[in-house]
């Protein structure tokens, strides 16, 4: 968590979404786009996206607008999804499963290598065509194979010790989907992906909207 | 997307982990608990926590801390978890079944109670103990149940249409994993969760570190 990345994080995160809509334009045979229509695809502000994609470098022409091939050029770089990157994944649950089968991965050069499970009745099974292999082969497999990027789909109270045993295989980018927050130490870029914590901020909305509701509904009730 | 709440979403995409933290603080019997305990415990600032928590209401005396039972019974409240919420699910693949098998969600008062899948070989299964239904008995489903929450996990070029049934069939808050950025009438909570879109950031991150560790080596090698 101690990268200091000089885009901000919520401009990085959009980025992906310009990424996508430009390989369709691309494939529409679109050669020039404006920041009006990517902002009217994708629901997001003109300037917003002017701003975020002036992280990358001096970009588009005021009234012609983004080269759809120079600018998918640029973010491919950017975001180095030219690169190809390999991952394995530590819990063989559905979730896990779900992740390691997962088909708009490939799209962005993440290839899921390998799945580790300390589940003695799920090693030798195969996922989408990744082996499922005990957790003792972790450290010789990610370290034979240069692996960067792990994916954590334990439960909470395992977290810990699998992210530990990934950093110490040498492991340097993580994607947590336990809901805990591991430690880890400076240098190790991770990312949490707390599904429950999501759902209760949803919560937050669903309640709000139902209390919106019964007002309307009272409010009418006495007109 | 047109519900403005008062609380900033970030502040309030940290809460669940405050109460999380809580509910652990209170099953060990401790009754206070201040915001540098919970800072070291969830890797914040406690500053940060005490002015997230300021939204809920005055809280917290100085130098005291916050009570635990009292703290917990205000963040269940605002974010809605004392109401049983319900939620189906419309896509049955392998997300779709991790997410209806998901144990987490309970704890935050969401129980899904059916899948829909358009296609004919799942439809009759059960997947953690909920049925899987055809997409047609959405509708009537969602309307005789009252349910408020979508989650949908269908292919991006199934979105649209899934989202616009829920919307017709009264959802209001939808949860949207597929990687497409479906449109939403006024007053309908969209939340896009793109996991291939959040790994084109980690890519940047897998990228920015092997270039670093190339110089690091580079630079060794030079000394």
Redesign the interface.
């Known amino acids: 968590?101690d990268?200091k990345?000089g885009i901000p994080?919520p401009s990085?995160?959009r980025?992906?979404?310009y990424?996508?809509f430009l390989v369709q334009a691309s494939e529409l045979g679109k050669e020039v786009v404006s920041s009006e229509e990517m902002g009217q695809a994708?629901?997001l502000p003109a300037a917003q996206i002017r701003k975020d994609l002036s992280y990358l470098r001096e970009f588009g022409r005021p009234g012609v607008g983004y080269a759809v091939n120079e600018l998918l050029g640029s973010l491919e770089e950017?975001?180095?999804?030219a690169?190809d990157?390999e991952a394995v994944v530590v819990g063989a649950?559905?979730?896990g499963?779900?992740?390691a089968?997962?088909p708009?991965?490939e799209?962005?050069?993440?290839r899921i290598v390998a799945l580790f499970d300390s589940d003695p009745a799920k090693v030798g099974q195969e996922v989408a065509g990744r082996r499922i292999f005990p957790l003792a082969k972790l450290p010789n497999l990610v370290a034979r194979l240069h692996i960067?990027?792990g994916i954590v789909t334990v439960p909470a109270e395992a977290a810990q010790a699998v992210v530990d045993a990934m950093v110490a295989a040498g492991i340097?980018?993580i994607?947590n989907f336990a809901?805990v927050?591991p430690?880890v130490p400076e240098?190790i870029?991770l990312?949490n992906?707390?599904?429950?914590?999501?759902?209760?901020?949803?919560?937050?909305?669903?309640?709000?909207?139902?209390g919106k509701?019964r007002r309307e509904l009272a409010g009418s009730g006495r007109s």
Request: glycine share 10%; no cysteine.
């Open positions: 968590m990268i990345p994080q990085l995160s980025l992906p979404l990424y996508r994708l629901s950017f975001l180095g999804l690169n990157k649950g559905r979730l499963q779900a992740l089968s997962y708009g991965f799209g962005y050069g993440l960067q990027m340097t980018v994607w809901p927050r430690h240098g870029w990312q992906e707390d599904l429950a914590a999501r759902l209760a901020t949803l919560s937050y909305h669903v309640v709000r909207h139902a509701q």
